[in-house]
């Protein structure tokens, strides 16, 4: 190791716990990772290097010790990152991310999931098209979760609460946002405009008369009218398999 020039290099072995490992490139489910670095590097450059985004990382322990993303690694070292609910119970206070997030912002993929979340009564901000730049934006100055496929996204040092669904389909993915952010009591379905994310307030039918299809009329007596667009909601023809949905993903978030 030449001190003077720093161009000796030092090795770097992670272990990720839990299912952080999901975040690997193929090539790369062995563990420990071995990393060979010649300069100083923020832990959070090394562990994002692996493919896994900060966001993911609850707790991180450089040689034993728990250490921030901005902690500088220059010699040979071993890391074990962990993810929200896998850390040990010490560091309690060390820990990098927020257990609870009740509000998020999703990017224009995830168009399915914020329906459910939506139909849940959770607070998601979502467009179908929308800038990165945008949602990140959106995130920090609302303290959204931002939910993304999207892993770069994630590692973007502004993004301080988010979450990537490991899943690919849409009701397991309302599980796992459920679980990682710790909401479920807050629960209240259809309270929430599915288009707009606005409050619904309960109307009577004679309020919203001249919005309804004449078979509408006849048949429904139960109203909700969205304060934002104003759309309305009632329990149509497809209600059961609605409500069926809804039971199925609080049963599996527990
Ligand atoms: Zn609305």
Not at 193 to 220: F, G, H, W
Request: net charge neutral; aromatic share 8%; hydrophobic share 40%.
């Amino acid at each position: 190791m030449n001190a003077e020039s720093g161009a000796g290099t030092y090795s770097v072995l992670i272990q990720f716990h839990g299912d952080l490992p999901f975040f690997f490139p193929r090539s790369a489910r062995e563990q420990p990772l071995r990393r060979t670095l010649s300069e100083k590097t923020s832990i959070k450059d090394v562990v994002e290097a692996c493919g896994v985004p900060h966001t993911e990382v609850d707790l991180l322990l450089c040689d034993g010790e728990p250490v921030g993303f901005a902690h500088q690694l220059k010699q040979d070292a071993t890391i074990q990152a962990y993810p929200v609910g896998c850390a040990p119970d010490l560091y309690a206070s060390e820990r990098l991310q927020l257990r609870r997030v009740t509000g998020f912002v999703a990017d224009g993929h995830l168009g399915k999931l914020v329906r459910d979340l939506r139909l849940l009564g959770l607070d998601v901000a979502y467009a179908s098209t929308v800038a990165d730049e945008e949602l990140i934006a959106v995130s920090l100055a609302q303290k959204r979760a931002l939910i993304t496929l999207d892993r770069r996204l994630l590692m973007h040092s502004a993004v301080q609460h988010g979450y990537s669904p490991r899943s690919q389909v849409s009701e397991e993915q309302t599980v796992e946002v459920l679980r990682r952010f710790d909401v479920r009591d807050l629960l209240n379905r259809y309270s929430r405009c599915l288009r707009c994310n606005a409050p619904l307030a309960t109307v009577q039918k004679s309020a919203v008369m001249d919005q309804l299809e004449p078979l509408t009329r006849i048949y429904y007596h139960e109203f909700r009218k969205c304060d934002g667009c104003g759309a309305v909601y009632w329990p149509g023809s497809h209600f059961a398999k609605l409500q069926a949905r809804i039971d199925r993903i609080k049963a599996a978030a527990g």
